[in-house]
């Protein structure tokens, strides 16, 4: 199974921070790699779709970019409700897998 | 709009087994598949399988065979996932979601609310 290491596991950011979470596979994944959100509540939503592509309804502060083994999402400037959990998960290979997430929280 | 309902909490006894249920709305049931994740505090998120909505073609996780099976009534337009021979092991939320998958684009766009499913004795 192919590995996502996810850094770092928890980040303290004030609103207005640009911040950057970074996600490693332990093998190349062509670009075949997805970013989701999870609110405390549960709800989970995509946010980014094959490494850089913006989900329908998701702010343009989100962005994603990366190749080969290395990827990440920036958020250029954080509103307060962007303060939940960040998960990757790759595509390339069965069975698909996710990082073990980042935790984004208010400073 | 698109929703993903899923049944409620579960309590179960080790050894038994649970079916959880994930109703879809909103959209044509079986033009999309769906797609099945198990989330615990110790490993994180766990991709289970999916099951093709249209035909009821199944495809597991290796580490899921035998414990998931995978299951869809179109009619209601309803996927199941029965969970057998529950160990503590199994304690977790469960999710369902809709898999996009076209143009080579492969995610999960809609996700139910998760249903949490306790292992007691």
């Known amino acids: 199974d192919i590995q996502m290491t996810q850094t770092p596991s928890s980040m303290p950011a004030s609103l207005g921070e640009r911040v950057t979470i970074s996600c490693r596979a332990s093998q190349g994944i062509s670009n075949y790699l997805n970013w989701y959100q999870q609110k405390p509540d549960g709800t989970i939503k995509p946010l980014i779709y094959?490494?850089?592509n913006l989900q329908s309804g998701v702010p343009s502060r989100f962005s994603g970019s990366g190749s080969g083994t290395d990827y990440s999402l920036t958020i250029s400037s954080l509103e307060p409700e962007d303060f939940a959990m960040y998960y990757c998960?790759?595509?390339?290979?069965?069975?698909?897998?996710f990082g073990s997430g980042t935790k984004l929280e208010i400073k | 709009q698109v929703q993903l309902q899923q049944s409620g909490a579960e309590l179960a006894k080790p050894g038994s087994s649970v079916k959880i249920s994930c109703k879809a709305s909103g959209y044509t049931f079986t033009s999309y598949y769906i797609s099945w994740i198990k989330q615990t505090t110790g490993q994180g998120l766990e991709y289970i399988g999916y099951i093709n909505t249209g035909s009821g073609g199944t495809n597991y996780n290796e580490k899921f065979k035998g414990k998931a099976t995978l299951t869809v009534d179109k009619s209601s337009s309803t996927a199941f996932m029965q969970l057998s021979s529950l160990t503590p092991d199994d304690s977790a939320v469960y999710y369902c979601a809709r898999v996009y998958y076209y143009d080579g684009y492969y995610y999960f766009d809609y996700w139910g609310q998760g249903v949490m499913v306790t292992v007691s004795s």
């Open positions: 094959y490494t850089s």
């Open positions: 998960q790759q595509y390339d290979s069965s069975p698909l897998t």
